[in-house]
């Protein structure tokens, strides 16, 4: 008697009897075959299968009146795989199981390529030079409504009225001024003038020869130091003469009048060299040296930082104090240039000891006035015998100095 469980011809095909049917549930193309197993061959569409267990790639369709419109219904029964050729199979194939599609990526060549880099830049180009055009237009719109360019002002332009170097602090030009570092003043041989203070002729002529030979002797300093050097003018004044110094009488001064003028006495010169020929030399050559130091000071900057300092001094004793200290430090510099020429213009003698008296009476406390601004008889001694013992500017330092040494 014949099985009826047993499958029949066509059966192997899906849908047939002995094939339960997919849970609807379940996540398409996750039902595996219930019913019996297709033997090792090949599916439909004629790709060979390693194992009779394979499940299928698809929800397997029914067959029926049921089934949807579409591509032609399977039919017939057939032991084995279909034909190449079967209608049915084709089209099972072609609704459920589609040949992919292979991707075929498309060859450029470099020419292009760089066609469309290069056609990419000019356009960004061309977008950042229009949006800066149509930005500096709209600002240019906002600063004047009437449409008139804005002047476009280059690096070097902007900001070319502000300092391009900071200042020297008055107090750093005076404490610690270059000239204190060129060491001893070099000797430049000079002699004492021979002209006598007999007539106004001879004494200008004196103070001529010696400031040519001053020059001679500083120049090199001051430039050694950073600083330009020009020679002062010499004015020879009556007392009472107005003179590009003011109004003079009796005593020498400095202005800075021409670049820097001396302005010297000589009316009383003649008496003076008559009662004692030797400290009327000894002044000379000194007082000259005294204003010449004052224009060290100016060609340096000492002379204007102490001036600015002096000039916001909190109160008159401070101001009198940097008066002394400027004043001291111009008698300190007279005397290195003196000391520096001993061999030639020898200080020596009746003319040492002239100078050594001078150098103990010539305080604020011999003045008429008693005005303390020139320094003590001590303190103008103690740095006249400093400049003239060491020869070198950096002994002249008044600014750093103890109080009582610019007394």
Known sequence: MPDDSAPKPGHFLPGGEGETPPDPAAPPGSTPLSGPSLRTGTSLGGTPLQGGSNPLSAPTPRLGASTPAGPPQLSGSRLGPPKPDDPAAAAFKARYSPEPIPFMPKKRSKALIAGIVVGVLVVVGGGVAGAVKVLSSYDDFVANPMGTPSVKT?????????????PTPDLV???????????KLAPAGCKEPAYRPTSKENVK???????????????????????????????????G?????????KVSSYCDADGGSVAMPWEDLEDDYRHNSALARVDMADSLGYVYGVHIQNLTGIFDA???????????AAKLEQDRRQALQATCLSAVFLGAEKATFPIRGQLLQQWNWRSKNSGDENTEDKVRDHGSRKSVELWMTRGFSTTNPSACNTFVAAANQVS
């Open 241 to 249: 003469q107005e003179t590009a110094c003011g109004v003079q009488e």
């Open 306 to 316: 102490s001036e600015s300092i002096g000039d916001t001094a909190p109160n008159a």
């Open 173 to 183: 030009v005076q404490k610690e001024n270059k000239l204190y570092a060129i060491g």
């Open 154 to 166: 280059t690096d070097d332009q902007a900001g070319s009225d502000e300092p391009t170097a900071k």
């Open 205 to 239: 002529a004196y103070y001529q020869a010696l400031l040519i030979c001053m020059n001679k002797a500083w120049e090199p300093a001051v430039r050694k130091a950073g600083f330009d050097f020009h020679p002062p003018k010499l004015i020879m004044f009556d007392d």
